[in-house]
């Protein structure tokens, strides 16, 4: 649990703290989104935790993705999750 110390209103002389819990940090709504990572699982296990829903796995390559990420011979594992919208 994380720990936040924030001043209350406009006196820098009173400090309170509050507890920052992943139920406070839930996403709701997001745009396309290209992360890399060295652990997929652990990336996976993380946003899952903040509310994203696994959608399902693969791997891409070939010409298209050596282009679009301007590296030759590319061939990516990904994982694709959304948003509890559904749009994201």
């Known amino acids: 649990m994380t720990t936040i110390a924030y001043i209350v209103a ?3 002389d009173r400090v309170q703290f509050a507890y920052a819990t992943i ?7 997001m ?6 990572v060295d652990d997929l699982a ?6 899952v935790e903040l509310g994203l829903e ?3 796995k ?6 298209w993705v050596d282009r679009i990420v301007a590296l030759d011979e590319v ?14």
């Open 10 to 12: 406009d006196r820098p």
């Open 23 to 29: 139920e406070h940090m839930a996403i709701q709504r």
């Open 31 to 36: 745009e396309h989104v290209g992360i890399v």
């Open 42 to 47: 652990a990336a996976i296990e993380f946003f």
């Open 54 to 56: 696994p959608r399902g």
């Open 58 to 63: 693969g791997q891409v390559g070939g010409s």
């Open 75 to 88: 061939r990516v594992e990904c994982a694709m999750l959304r948003t509890p919208d559904g749009h994201g």
